[in-house]
């Protein structure tokens, strides 16, 4: 008897070959880009993650203010990261959506 399982249904890519080429990347191998500007990293701890992950925002901030330049930032919505931070013009921050109630941003 043999069980083969299928994909679950909100799964919207199909090409079951090209999903299980994928699922056999080695966690190695998953962090190998051939574009060098590229970095790909795996941190195991959540901490760490959002860790890193605030300071990149705060850098990529720092830099577009510092040399004038307009940036837009969007990111991921869980319970430690709460909303989607839109920057549109130099030195202005729009929060987008219901967390706009519970944060303050200060860019001075």
């Keep these: 008897m043999s069980f083969d399982l299928d994909l679950s249904s909100f799964i919207t890519y199909r ?3 090209v ?3 994928v699922r056999d990347i080695s966690r190695e191998k998953v962090t190998e880009h051939e574009n060098q500007d590229i970095n790909v990293g795996i941190i195991d701890s959540e901490r760490e993650f959002y860790t ?3 300071l990149d925002i705060v850098t990529r ?3 577009s203010l510092e040399n004038g330049k ?3 930032l969007h990111g991921p919505v869980t319970p430690l990261v ?7 013009e130099r030195a202005d921050v729009t929060i987008l959506g219901g967390v706009a109630d519970a944060v303050e941003v200060n860019m001075s």
């Design 52 to 54: 890193a992950f605030a």
């Design 82 to 88: 709460p909303g989607s931070l839109l920057q549109t």
């Design 19 to 21: 999903l299980e080429q």
């Design 15 to 17: 090409d079951r070959e």
């Design 70 to 72: 307009s940036l837009v």
């Design 61 to 63: 901030i720092k830099t």
